[in-house]
Nanobody
Framework: QVQLVESGGGLVQPGGSLRLSCAAS????????MGWYRQAPGKQRDLVAT???????RYADSVKGRFTISRDNAKNTVYLQMISLKPEDTAVYYC???????????????WGQGTQVTVSS
């Protein structure tokens, strides 16, 4: 029943900018964390940025100073503002939501279908 819908990907030249968004909907519990991961061809899926329910933020070293994560708690939406994009940023970007379910108590992870970001001249 839980759905994560990503948008904002596309083709951009090196040095350009994109803004990704991800909205969570459905019978989701208390969200503990929302974030972004990415996977380039032939590579593992790696963390890009996460933000917890108390506002703690984590970035991958490769994106620090260029990417900014934020969220709208009322809308269960997380954003990723990306500037100074590099060809190395080319990947499928996946939205992740971690939630606390109360009955029974458990932690669940949900994933979006991914949105393609291509940085090329």
């Amino acid at each position: 029943q839980v759905q994560l819908v990503e948008s904002g990907g596309g083709l951009v030249q090196p040095g350009g900018s994109l803004r990704l968004s991800c909205a969570a909907s459905g019978s989701i519990g208390n969200i503990l964390l929302m974030g972004w991961y990415r996977q380039a061809p032939g590579k593992q899926r790696d963390l890009v940025a996460t933000i917890t329910n108390v506002g703690a933020i984590r970035y991958a070293d490769s994106v620090k100073g260029r990417f900014t994560i934020s969220r709208d708690n009322a809308k269960n939406t997380v954003y990723l503002q990306m500037i100074s994009l590099k060809p190395e940023d080319t990947a499928v970007y996946y939205c992740n939501t971690r939630s606390l379910e109360l009955i029974p108590m458990s932690v669940r992870d949900y994933w979006g279908q991914g949105t393609q970001v291509t940085v090329s001249s």
